[in-house]
Nanobody, 122 residues
Framework: QLQLVESGGGLVQPGGSLRVSCAASGFTLDRYAIGWFRQAPGEEREGVSCINISGITKYVDSVKGRFTISRDNAKNTVYLQMNSLKPEDTAVYYC????????????????WGQGTQVTVSS
């Protein structure tokens, strides 16, 4: 069974940092591109960042310079390090796996985690 499980969400103050994790089971993460997406209530799901099997990364403009995606193949886990967090970063964050690299299009991802809540508030 292919599964992705997010963890590490929580409440953080503006300007703070948080690292969310995406742990894979049933498959090795390095065989797929992994994306991070987020969705706030009443809003569409937004592609945040992705990493392909070669380690090439992509970010939505609003998080460039603040977020970093990385992969630890030994731990079968992908991370999203979020720094300088803003209230508008508040959302449920999802990770997903795709057979297509270099994309932030949600429709191209076939396996999704359950999401982890990130709230940025003072």
């Amino acid at each position: 069974q292919l599964q992705l499980v997010e963890s590490g969400g929580g409440l953080v103050q503006p300007g703070g940092s948080l690292r969310v994790s995406c742990a894979a089971s049933g498959f090795t993460l390095d065989r797929y591109a992994i994306g991070w997406f987020r969705q706030a209530p009443g809003e569409e799901r937004e592609g945040v960042s992705c990493i392909n099997i070669s380690g090439i990364t992509k970010y939505v403009d609003s998080v460039k310079g603040r977020f970093t995606i990385s992969r630890d193949n030994a731990k079968n886990t992908v991370y999203l390090q979020m720094n300088s967090l803003k209230p508008e970063d508040t959302a449920v964050y999802y990770c997903a796996a795709s057979n297509v690299g270099g994309t932030l299009l949600a429709s191209l991802y076939h396996t999704w985690g359950q999401g982890t809540q990130v709230t940025v508030s003072s």
